[in-house]
């Protein structure tokens, strides 16, 4: 009724009109943890979710394109609509699942999302990269980007200077004859010389004095890393004092929320007025509880770190800086800024010291970021004559290959199967997922992680998995999904399903044998979404090569970084042609090599250096301009037909 | 007609040395022109177009056919110069702006040619202006966009606006499909329709055209 009364007057200004209509509020309960939302009328669950901090997988940021964001309806369902009956099945619809971004709130709802966590989700995430060594630098280069240094100024000094701080550059000898100081410092300085007795720590990053600290605290020199992922982000927290890792933590990035990939948080701020702010504020928020159980293993606090440094691809780290990165979303893909930038830390929120200084790894373009410039600070490749061919692979592939003479980068768009994504029983790298696949006596072995049944594939599990099938024939050279006649297919052809239009697909565990009692399948598609990601990371592999003037011959070692690349198997990325035909022994794991090349500029000044040297050493080949790629992917779609073993 | 089944296998196949000669032989022993094409090479790229679209093949495949298909119709260029081939309608495509992916797109307008519509290929990155532009010069039956990122979705709609503005709108029917690009879509910035993949694209185009 309150409706029809504001409609007869129309007439009336719009504004007013606007002002009293009222917003009409439905209410949510999300189950297991009986969370009650209120909700605008017509608000998707997805939105309200979202909204309450509640956690939901998905890849598609929304579109209606993944079908992973599934929730159970336990009070009356609405009809499904068109893209969940394409994407859930007849039994899944059945019993009232429903995707979050497609229902919208049109009356109160009950709803489920999965199991309660109890305990918190164990994710596989690297966390050192030279073995047991934490040791990222040789510790003759040890020059932090801020150091300590003891002072003591001489009783005689004290009434001659004429300032304190002219004092305390005289102490500090002619190197530091250009000191200058922060006003912060300077308010607290002369306290700080008197309840020190003119004997004490001065923090300085370079011709700065950032602050006076107790002699004793000459010893407590510590600083952070942070390798921001799309995906996970990872801080490490280290001694200054002798350059040792201390402490690693890690977490998921709550942006995930808003989409998996880098394309779809651009989309996100893009859509919202305020998407970057809210963004930002989320990678602030999980950076800083990060920084707090960093801090309490090592039992420092926040006023005791002077220093972060941070690497993650251009996007990431436009979003920390809260930089519009709306260029990197289209052609010509254009950052912001591309030198690796020194602010003071509490400019971005992060609460350290607050003289505290970050610095964000240069980066070289917008889609050739911090995270691939730290890796090839780690691989060294620009001090070596040997040809190296680096991968880091994720949503994007980056490439770079070459040596001190010349270093080609380019990033190919792999899209995010080799992470899991868009593939319909993958996942990402947890507990259940299975992460390598054997052939032993015609059966399949399974690893997963966690030691328990497999609830979906990650990316290492699948190129093993579809190595093995196109190794019995399961899956043709050109991707298709059948019956093999291969003996070595044994009794695997009995998993080998028919599905009525979409082809065959592959029961890699049924029912009875997964974790959730619900069937894991390859399908035909699945295998057609890693076609196109390991094509167009061979493509890219390829157009490098040619650029360079060599053979895959003539590469005489290749690092594989990124979640994916430490754990891929050198001879199954070999059968699937992610990599092309080399010896599997010159294969090396970099290790978590965004945070190992952040670590190294953290500890030495010269390691900064070149990272920002590099920037202009290597040359990047924009893909999307070659035709030659566009060729080469194509032919790369296609799987090699020779066997491996 | 059953003397064209070899020309078709070798379309699916993607064998141009067969399909060529099969095509000449056609020729060779009388068959009209226009039904080698429409019963011969067109048939061969609807199936090839079906099997795509059911995962059957894939690109590289779909490609090759699409390619062998481009060789047998040089056999017939003669056909189509003497008017005694008709096309099927004129097709503006291209990549919005912004996007530089090429392969999505040249796969749907390399089938669409295969099924006798006339391509005029915008490439990649073309602006709203381009394609009124190029609407203007040939005017077109229909106009196709593709899109790789969801953030180039928009210049979809930015293009649909452009074409309104130069009352081209009316005058054509506009068609969407990429990765990201979903029915709700087309139907929200108001497209005629949308293609989930090269091999649906032919059998939409003659559905909003209202030909078989």
New interface residues.
């Given amino acids: 009724m309150l409706k029809q009364k504001s409609g007869d007057k129309k007439q009336a200004s719009p504004l007013i009109r606007k002002r009293r209509r009222k917003a009409v509020y439905v209410w949510l309960n999300v189950q297991p943890e009986d969370i009650w939302l209120r909700v605008r009328h017509s608000d998707t669950i997805r939105r309200a979710l979202r909204g309450g901090d509640i956690k939901l997988e998905g890849d598609c940021g929304g579109l209606g394109k993944c079908g992973k964001c599934k929730v159970k309806i336990l009070s009356l369902a609405d009809e499904p609509t068109e893209d969940e009956r394409e994407l859930l099945d007849d039994a899944e619809l059945e019993q009232g699942i429903r995707l979050a971004c497609r229902t919208k709130m049109s009356h109160d709802l009950v709803i489920s999302v999965g199991e309660p966590t109890t305990e918190p989700e164990y994710f596989q995430v690297l966390t050192t990269s030279h073995g047991i060594s934490s040791r990222y630098i040789p510790e003759s280069e040890l020059e932090p980007l801020v150091n300590k240094k003891l002072i003591t100024l001489p009783p005689e000094a004290q009434d001659k200077g004429p300032s304190d701080l002219d004092q305390i550059k005289l102490a500090l000898g002619d190197e530091y004859h250009n000191l200058m100081a922060s006003l912060h410092c300077l308010r607290t300085l002369p306290q700080g010389l008197r309840e020190s007795r003119y004997h004490g720590t001065a923090v300085l990053h370079g011709d700065s004095l950032i602050d006076w600290q107790n002699w004793e605290e000459v010893h407590r020199h510590y600083g952070l890393v942070f390798d921001i992922g799309t995906s996970t982000l990872v801080g490490k927290l280290f001694n200054l004092g002798d350059g040792s890792e201390v402490a690693v933590a890690y977490c998921l990035n709550s942006q995930n929320k808003y989409g998996s990939d880098v394309i779809s948080r651009l989309q996100y701020i893009k859509e919202r007025p305020r998407g970057l702010q809210i963004l930002q504020y989320l990678l602030v928020r999980d950076l800083n509880q990060l920084t707090a159980h960093l801090l309490q293993t090592a039992e420092l606090e926040a006023n005791d770190i002077f220093i972060a440094v941070v690497a993650g691809n251009t996007t990431m780290q436009h979003l920390l800086l809260n930089l519009p990165p709306l260029g990197i979303a289209e052609a010509p893909f254009l950052p912001v800024v591309t030198d690796g930038l020194v602010i003071k830390s509490g400019d971005v929120g992060l609460k350290l010291h607050p003289e505290a200084r970050l610095y964000t790894m240069p980066v070289k373009s917008g889609y050739i970021g911090g995270d691939l410039i730290s890796d090839i600070l780690t691989s060294g490749v620009a001090e070596q004559k040997e040809i190296i061919l680096g991968l880091d692979l994720g949503t994007n592939g980056e490439i770079f290959l070459g040596n001190s003479k010349r270093l080609l980068t380019c990033s190919a768009a792999a899209g995010p199967a080799l992470e899991g994504a868009r593939i319909s029983d993958g996942m990402i790298a947890k507990a259940g997922a299975i992460e390598g696949v054997r052939l032993e006596d015609g059966q399949l072995q399974y690893q997963v992680i966690g030691n328990i049944r497999p609830r979906g594939i990650c990316g290492s599990g699948l190129v093993d998995l579809v190595a093995v099938l196109l190794h019995c024939g399961i899956i043709n050279h050109e991707g298709t999904v059948r019956r093999s006649r291969r003996k070595s297919a044994g009794e695997l052809n009995s998993r080998v399903i028919k599905r009525r239009a979409a082809g065959y697909r592959f029961l890699v565990a049924s029912s009875e044998e997964s974790h959730d009692q619900k069937p894991i399948y390859l399908t035909q598609r699945d295998v057609r979404e890693v076609q196109l990601a390991k094509g167009a990371i061979a493509a890219g592999i390829k157009t490098l090569i040619d650029q360079l003037g060599i053979e895959a011959k003539d590469i005489n070692r290749v690092y594989l970084a990124g979640a994916l690349g430490n754990y891929v198997d050198p001879i199954s990325a070999m059968r699937i042609g992610l990599l092309p035909r080399i010896n599997p022994d010159i294969v090396r794991s970099l290790g978590n090599a965004a945070s190992s090349g952040a670590s190294m500029a953290l500890l030495s000044k010269k390691h900064w250096q070149m990272a920002r040297d590099l920037v202009d050493f290597i040359e990047h080949i924009e893909l999307s301009y070659r035709p030659d790629f566009n060729e080469y992917f194509i032919e790369h779609m296609d799987f090699p037909t020779k066997n491996m073993w | 007609m059953s003397d064209l089944k070899a020309l078709i296998e070798a379309v699916i196949k993607g064998d141009i040395s067969t399909a060529t000669a099969e095509t000449q032989h056609a020729v060779g022993t009388g068959h009209n022109a226009q039904d080698i094409l429409d019963k011969g090479l067109i048939a061969a790229m609807d199936e090839v177009g079906e099997r795509f679209s059911?995962?059957?093949?894939?690109?590289?495949?779909m490609?090759r056919s699409a390619k062998t298909m481009q060789e047998c119709m040089k056999a017939l260029e003669p056909f189509f110069q003497e008017g005694s081939i008709t096309s099927k309608g004129k097709v503006i495509i291209g990549t919005v702006?912004?996007?530089?992916?090429?392969?999505g797109k040249n796969l749907v307008s390399m089938m669409m040619e295969g099924a006798g519509f006339t391509m005029f290929d915008l490439g990649?990155?073309a602006s709203p202006e381009r394609f009124v532009q190029k609407a203007q010069e040939i005017e077109p039956d229909i106009v196709a966009m593709s899109a790789l990122?969801?953030?180039?979705m928009?210049s979809m709609r930015l293009t649909i606006e452009a074409l309104k503005e130069a009352s081209l709108r009316d005058k054509v029917k506009v068609m969407i499909g990429g990765?990201?690009v979903?029915?709700?879509y087309a139907r929200e910035i108001e497209a005629d329709c949308y293609a989930p993949d090269a091999g649906s694209a032919v059998s939409k185009a003659k559905e909003i055209l209202g030909i078989s």
Avoid: M, N, R, Y
């Avoid at chain 2, 702006?97 to 392969?103: A, N, P, S, V, Y």
């Avoid at chain 2, 990122?149 to 180039?152: D, F, G, R, V």
């Fill in positions: 059911k995962g059957q093949i894939f690109v590289p495949q490609l702006k912004g996007d530089l992916h090429d392969i990649v990155d990122l969801s953030t180039t928009p990765a990201p979903t029915e709700k």
